[in-house]
């Protein structure tokens, strides 16, 4: 494994900047075919619920211009499950990092404990998932309420707490700075944006929860101002993402600040993609003979 | 273990309105593809999610598939021409059981024929009852099953070949001439729920082969999760192929 793309991110060691991003790698171990997961800074996986959830019901996904919308619904299996069956498979095999949602800030601060945990690298708060009625997005788009759950999680746990922001807000900065006051070591960001597709022969909405979250290539220029204008905003470090496919894409987000990438929607496409990511990064950094902190944040304006 | 193939098409065309057969060269996955499992084509780099096909026959080094123009993604496939590539991910999900004793029954409607003409190739004693709309639509699967299966039932919604009506019209009457070890059924999901039924009544084991939509194909977006008796499936990793008391419960 390459020097060059090692890395540190709150305590957490990282082979490669390159992290797979909750909800679109399952627990790692689905792609175990195409996939080195120690070469991965980490794997976001599924999020975590204290009680299982089924999701939602009727078509989940449907392919849009350069993208796609998902409302899956947090389907997962539980915290306890999570805990005694999975956790124990895959803890020594990639840095595991847990995101978690609940329906009020006492959940977060209960999900945080129950983490803390051997074999847990870090805890993203999702408070970012729109498509669950109950819970994360009421908490990603006020910043007191954001704030709320970054303290109440860190006050339950001794592992890094990452922020997983929505970009469905007016200002993103401001949420950024509330997390990152009320003790985030990390922000990551964009969730999906809300988004919605109506079929014009039934009239209906083609997703069985009306609205869905648009991720893919479509929504890779908001993130990558997202990120830039977070960057400026906060001095935690950034785990930047939304709609990388290409090495060139994770550079574009590590040139606004990010200082390390997650990629989502396109292991669905290809899955060995962050693979091939983590080489192409390699690739640029080696034949311009610079580091990666050389890159990060150096966009210039 | 799964893969990635570059393959090359032999053949892509229409052999009924809007239905395409498309003959790719792939050696490796013609060996390993089991009865009922399916690949994920790349459409083109353009389309950010891949189209989950059933594979309708595997062998001599050639997968055949059958696909249905229904969308962006089928149709710019049914552009593709010969000697073209094909970047497929493969092969997936469970496969229906091959090694059953005794005589197995297959019972499709229209799309729902391909992953059968697979069980098909693979076992010797079987028998199969087609379904579709009209001629035109069974015509071209009759062709495929003919060298594959001993007997071929046929039903049409319009009588225009076979017996009019239902494939489940039929099939208590075609239970009664042979006694079958199982029946293997894929189609609209009325249709394999009349075929569940029927087949609880014959006291028969009934398998189904299920179709969803999905991203990844892996068992980790979820997009194509389902309840069944025994708590959460995923149709692209547990299925697509599943006991029918599994899915039709309720």
Known sequence: ?301 | MLKIFDTEIISNAEVSANIFKLEINAPELSQIAKAGQFVQVKISDEFTLRRPLGIASAKNGVVKIFYRVIGKGTEFLSTKETGEHLNILGALGNGFDTNINGRILLIGGGMGLAPLLSVAEKIDAVDVLIGGRNKGEVDFWIKEFRAEVDKIYITTDDGSLGSRGFVTSLLPEVLEYEDYAALYTCGPEIMMRGVYKIAVENNLPCYVSLERRMACGLGACLSCSIDTASGRKKVCKDGPIFDAREVFYE
Not at chain 1, 59 to 78: D, S
Not at chain 1, 104 to 127: F, H, P, T
Not at chain 1, 173 to 182: G, P, Y
Request: aromatic share 4%.
């Open chain 1, 1 to 301: 494994m390459n020097e060059q793309l090692k890395t540190e991110i709150c305590g957490i060691k990282m082979n490669t900047p390159i992290l797979a991003a909750s909800g679109t790698f399952g627990f790692g171990e689905e792609f175990t075919d195409f996939v080195d997961l120690e070469k991965l800074g980490g794997v976001m996986v599924k999020c975590i619920t204290l009680k299982p959830r089924a999701g939602n019901k009727g078509v989940r996904i449907t392919e849009t211009p350069a993208g796609m919308l998902n409302c899956i619904g947090l389907e997962n299996p539980g915290v306890e499950k999570f805990l005694t069956e999975i956790l124990p498979r895959i803890k020594n095999k990639m840095n595991v990092i847990v995101n978690i949602s609940g329906n009020s800030v006492e959940d977060y601060g209960e999900l945080a404990k129950l983490l803390d945990v051997e074999g847990v690298a870090a805890i993203e708060l999702n408070i970012s998932c729109p498509n669950v009625k109950d819970g994360g997005i009421i908490f990603g788009t006020n910043p007191k309420a954001a704030a709320a759950v970054t303290s109440t999680a860190k006050k339950f746990t001794s592992k890094p707490v990452i922020v997983k922001l929505s970009p469905n807000v007016t200002d993103i900065t401001e949420i950024a700075r509330a997390v990152e006051s009320a003790g985030a070591d990390c922000i990551s960001l964009i969730n999906t944006l809300m988004g919605m597709e109506i079929n014009i022969h039934t009239w209906k909405p083609t997703l069985g929860n009306i609205t869905g979250g648009l991720s893919g290539g479509a929504v890779k220029p908001v993130a990558v101002r997202m990120v830039y204008q977070v960057a400026q905003a906060v001095k935690v470090p950034i785990i930047g993402m939304g709609g990388i496919r290409t090495a060139a894409d994770a550079i574009e987000f590590f040139l606004a600040g990010a200082a390390a990438v997650a990629v989502g929607t396109a292991n669905f496409a290809n899955p060995a993609v962050t693979m091939e990511i983590a080489n192409g990064l390699e690739n640029y950094l080696a034949s311009r003979d610079l580091n990666l902190r050389d890159i990060i944040g150096k966009v210039k304006i």
